[in-house]
């Protein structure tokens, strides 16, 4: 008799927390997404997962083309790709504070709403002689490199885009 008055009140104690603490929708800085006021889009990637991705050709000339893009409505113009980091998939943020990351020596002048970034396999070879550059066989375990940019808008606002990634195929 005793233990089910004990489970009872434990049950009463649970149902009662459980419905006393106030669930606000407001999360803190450390829990939310961090998104610009003005996104950066990748023009022609495709985005399957978490990062957009682009097919590079490792046979053929092995061109890296990146078109970045922001909204018309925004109101904004993009200055400059201010710097550009390469590497393998753990390339972040912090890679575009990290010299032997930056792979542009200047910045890349946007024009209008859009700027284009673009490099060869063999230039990112020469770059990044530790990273893997040979393709898979198999298509669920792609092989892949990365990218990650600071762009400039007029107004000298930066944005960190988010990683991109050239899909390595035979």
């Known amino acids: ?8 009140l ?3 104690a649970l149902v009662t927390a459980n419905f ?32 957009p991705y682009i097919e590079v ?3 053929g000339a092995g061109t890296i083309r990146y078109t970045l893009s922001i909204p018309q409505s925004s109101g904004r113009t993009i200055k ?5 980091a390469g590497g393998g998939t753990a390339v972040n943020a912090a890679s575009l ?20 970034f ?4 063999a230039a990112f070879k020469a770059k990044f002689t530790g990273v893997s550059t040979t393709p898979s ?3 669920y375990t792609p092989s892949e490199i990365a990218f990650i940019f600071l762009v400039t808008l007029d107004d000298n606002t930066q944005i960190v885009t988010q990683q991109v990634r050239a899909r390595l195929i035979p």
């Open 1 to 8: 008799m005793t233990k089910t008055i004990i489970k009872s």
């Open 10 to 12: 434990l049950l009463v």
């Open 20 to 51: 006393a603490c106030k669930d606000d929708l407001q999360y803190g800085p450390l829990v939310r997404d961090n998104r610009p006021a003005v996104p950066v889009t990748f023009t022609g990637a495709t985005t399957f997962g978490g990062n």
């Open 57 to 59: 050709s490792a046979a």
């Open 80 to 84: 400059e790709i201010t710097r550009v």
């Open 97 to 116: 504070n990290t010299a032997s990351a930056i792979i542009n020596t200047a910045p890349i002048a946007g024009n209008g709403t859009t700027a284009v």
């Open 118 to 121: 673009e490099t060869t396999l």
């Open 137 to 139: 066989a198999n298509p």
